[in-house]
């Protein structure tokens, strides 16, 4: 197996970038914000930079590198276009893994989340040189909700703060949820389904070793078993909530 060399590679490129939306959501946009949600907003904001170009990119290199998209070759070789796609977003989790490692260390599961995230694509991208269709794909449905959910988070930052953001966060939850249980509680999993298909019968196994795509799968699987459990506590919130308005009309 060619191991894929370090050189030609925008990583540096990408990292710089984030940095500098990192630091304009913080210093400038958010200056005014409390200190851990000045944070995490620069962090949402870092997100929808990163999510909607990775979710458009990702699309479009599957496409161009692709002559069906009913038969997808999940262990066909990255293309050079495809390897630069999975650096963007390399370094969009490194910089977020910083993040949380620093100001929001309790948040474990997310971390954890980025550390696996990060597996994926750096093995992927750097050790294999194979895959990419199978995990920009399932980049694709990670980043389909990104605009929604960072919208949603943004407004439920500062409702205690803000009429308007209170009213946006109201309105947005229940429209957020019922997408968000869609693509990762639906097409997730049969996305997934569609891979596991693949390398179990035995497609890859010239370009990439056992271990490595039930690696990626383990991730893959719990990625989506965790985001069903959180849209699912989401909605248990949200029921609570308005089970609780309508009492208090109603006495």
Known sequence: MEIP?????YLPVFLSWFILV????????????????????????MSLV????????????ILRSQNSVTQLGFA???????????EYSISYFLLDLLHYMVLVPSD???????????????????????GAVAIL??????EATTTCQNTWSLARYCKDDS???????????????????????????????KIGLYFTHGLGDAVLPNWAWISWMVVIASGIGVSILWVLLLWTGF?????????????
């Open 50 to 61: 990163h999510g909607n170009p990775a979710f458009v990119l990702s699309i479009f290199s």
């Open 22 to 45: 990192y630091f304009l959501g913080y210093f400038i946009i958010f200056k005014n914000w409390g200190k851990l949600y000045r944070a995490e907003a620069s962090s949402c904001i």
């Open 108 to 130: 474990v599961l997310f971390i954890l989340h980025h550390v696996a995230t990060l597996y994926v694509l750096m093995t992927c991208r750097y050790v294999f040189g194979v």
């Open 163 to 193: 009429t308007k953001a209170a009213a946006l966060c109201d309105f947005l939850s229940p429209i957020f949820y019922a997408y968000y249980s869609v693509v990762r509680g639906i097409l997730g999993p049969l996305f997934a389904y």
């Open 5 to 9: 060399k370090f050189c030609d590679s």
């Open 239 to 251: 029921y609570r909530e308005r089970t609780k308005k309508s009492a208090e009309k109603l006495s």
């Open 137 to 142: 794909g399932v980049l694709v449905l990670a």
């Open 76 to 86: 066909s070789r990255n293309t050079a276009f495809q390897n630069s796609v999975l």
